[in-house]
């Protein structure tokens, strides 16, 4: 995806902070950047995190958040973690995750038919959710204007298999907000994260992996509470 996927939740989060979007690089506006692995991508994002940040991170980027927060702990001052997870892998004691060979099988669908896998999984974004099909098609055709590059999805899909904060958890405030409906964030993580020590967990029952689009309000209420706290 890219920072089109915010555009709906801007107006309202502009209202309580200074709001600066960015696409990852291989990501929208950036896509003729390599994205790299997780160390490479912090780097080129360190640049550009002002002092007292709150990273707000979605999926992949909440891994890359967790990232930053490791980082640079003198200008990350909080984390909003939406359908992210310490660790996207299911293997040894971590059971909070996708199979190894699911994301595998993602990966071999993005070699032979990237833009039907990419709307696929967009597809799976939004399963089981009350969600108008125009809205999403529409906001889905604005993030496909600037599609990423396969390299970049293809190193995204590496971080994914090989990130790994279920050891290292961040020391700044975190909100973690999850969606029971989720097919790719179990539900089970909710009652993993407080025994790393988060604090701040919200787990939304009828929504799945994109909250900020299918229930914006109920989103925004959870975000006001973690600001308001710090």
């Known amino acids: 995806m890219n920072s089109h996927v915010w555009q709906p939740l801007l107006p309202t989060l502009a209202q309580h902070a200074q709001v600066t979007c960015i696409d990852l690089a291989g990501h929208g506006a950036n896509s003729h950047l390599p994205l790299g ?82 709307k696929r999984f967009f597809a799976l974004q939004f399963l089981s959710t009350k969600t108008d099909t125009r809205v999403v098609n529409a906001l889905r055709d604005r993030i496909m204007e600037h599609p990423a590059s396969i390299a970049a999805l293809e190193q995204g899909l590496t971080i994914l298999q090989t990130a790994d904060f279920s050891q290292t958890p961040v020391t700044q405030p975190a909100l973690w907000l999850l969606g029971r409906l989720d097919k790719l964030i179990p539900a089970s993580l909710a009652d993993a994260l407080p025994e790393m020590g988060y604090k701040h967990i919200a787990l939304l029952e009828s929504a799945a992996h994109v909250p900020f689009v299918t229930h914006p309000e109920l989103f925004m209420e959870h975000i006001e509470t973690f600001l308001d706290a710090l």
């Open 37 to 118: 692995t997780l160390a490479e991508a912090v780097e080129q994002l360190a640049p550009l995190i002002p002092q007292d940040a709150i990273i707000m991170g979605w999926s992949l980027g909440g891994l890359i958040a967790q990232g930053l927060a490791h980082a640079l702990p003198d200008r990350v001052a909080a984390l909003v973690l939406i359908a992210s997870t310490p660790k996207f892998v299911a293997e040894g004691d971590w059971a909070h995750g996708v199979s190894p060979d699911l994301l595998a099988l993602f990966g071999r669908s993005l070699q032979t038919d990237y833009l039907g896998t990419v």
